[in-house]
């Protein structure tokens, strides 16, 4: 299994030819077969259907290709409850917790995510990556 974990960005960078570095970038981390959770796909999906106006008949068939090209990991009572401490400790958005959490308890050591300080260690054993400043 990948120890490699991604947030919601990379999914969507994947779909975004404005900005076609990242794209490529976003691309080659998909295609890795990353970790993502349920937390990742919802933010994705708020984004296509609300900012990007995708009907849902494309979000649904998206949403279905990415559980095919990754590895989808449902997120636990035991996440939500390790996602609360990390909001508190690190003092991270809870959205980002439950992202950073579910990494964790999938024994993930990289995090990929533009959003998130780049850098940053979780734990003694999450790094925080953005990808796109490789």
Same mark, same amino acid.
């Given at each position: 299994?990948?120890?490699?974990?991604?947030?919601?960005?990379?999914?969507?960078?994947?779909?975004?030819? &404005?900005?076609?570095?990242?794209?490529? %970038?976003?691309? $080659?981390?998909?295609?890795?077969?990353?970790? *993502?959770?349920?937390?990742?796909?919802?933010? &994705?999906? @708020?984004?296509?259907?609300?900012?990007?106006? *995708?009907?849902?008949?494309?979000?649904?068939?998206?949403?279905?290709?990415?559980?095919?090209?990754?590895?989808?990991?449902?997120?636990?009572? $035991?996440?939500?409850?390790?996602?609360?401490?990390?909001? @508190?400790?690190?003092?991270? $958005?809870?959205?980002?917790?439950?992202?950073?959490?579910?990494?964790?308890?999938?024994?993930?050591?990289?995090?990929?995510?533009?959003?998130? @300080?780049?850098?940053?260690?979780?734990?003694? $054993?999450? %790094?925080?990556?953005?990808? *796109? %400043?490789?």
């Amino acid at each position: 299994m990948s120890n490699i974990a991604i947030d919601t960005n990379i999914l969507l960078y994947a779909l975004d030819d &404005f900005y076609p570095e990242k794209q490529n %970038t976003a691309i $080659q981390i998909i295609a890795d077969k990353p970790l *993502f959770c349920s937390q990742t796909v919802s933010e &994705f999906a @708020n984004v296509c259907l609300r900012k990007w106006k *995708f009907p849902k008949s494309k979000v649904a068939e998206l949403i279905k290709t990415y559980l095919q090209q990754g590895i989808y990991v449902p997120v636990s009572e $035991q996440m939500i409850v390790k996602a609360a401490d990390i909001m @508190n400790k690190y003092d991270f $958005q809870l959205f980002d917790s439950i992202i950073i959490s579910f990494a964790l308890e999938s024994g993930c050591s990289l995090l990929y995510s533009e959003d998130m @300080n780049n850098g940053q260690i979780i734990e003694k $054993q999450l %790094t925080i990556v953005n990808p *796109f %400043t490789i």
